[in-house]
């Protein structure tokens, strides 16, 4: 598998389909690897059970979480991530919510998200956030690679 790899962590069939295609849309050209779930999440970053093949299953350079999800919660992740000490607790960590409470997002950010953005359809906040990306790679220690964005002009 490719390396850049952007993990998107969401529940929602629709809603990860709407995220890949807006990538698409925006000239993302990064492979997406889409789990449904918190404790798939944790199995592909600890390269557990099926994500056990580093080069098949690389580190990602982004990850892009809900918070509610099935199994464990966005949040119980994110805990999990940051108490981390082999390097995926430095993987930038993007929360992508339908909450409309704001104390979950605060509470992401103490957990450690570096963003939070509310799911629309038209993701335009996250668009602008990902336009930004190299903050992340500039603001981090995490040195796998940039997320490689080329814009449609």
């Known amino acids: 598998m490719e390396e850049n790899l952007i993990l998107l962590v969401e529940d929602c069939a629709e809603d990860a389909s709407l995220v890949v295609a ?17 404790e798939e999440a944790v199995d592909y970053l600890a390269g557990r059970g099926a994500f ?3 080069s098949a299953h690389p580190l990602p350079c982004l990850a892009i ?4 999800l099935p199994t464990m919660s966005g ?26 409470n704001y ?8 957990l450690g998200a570096n963003a939070c953005v ?7 906040e996250l668009y602008e956030l990902i336009q930004h990306l190299n903050y992340f790679s500039v603001a981090s220690d995490y040195n796998n690679s940039a997320v490689e964005f080329t814009p449609d002009l």
């Open 22 to 38: 807006s990538f698409k849309k925006w000239g993302i050209t990064n492979p997406i690897m889409v789990v449904p779930d918190g």
């Open 52 to 54: 056990a093949d580093r």
């Open 65 to 68: 979480l809900d918070l509610k």
């Open 75 to 100: 949040f119980e992740v994110l805990k999990w991530v940051r108490s981390q000490t082999n390097g995926v607790e430095k993987l930038p960590v993007v929360v992508l919510s339908g909450t409309r």
């Open 103 to 110: 104390r979950d997002f605060d509470e992401a950010h103490k």
């Open 118 to 124: 509310v799911k629309s359809l038209e993701l335009s």
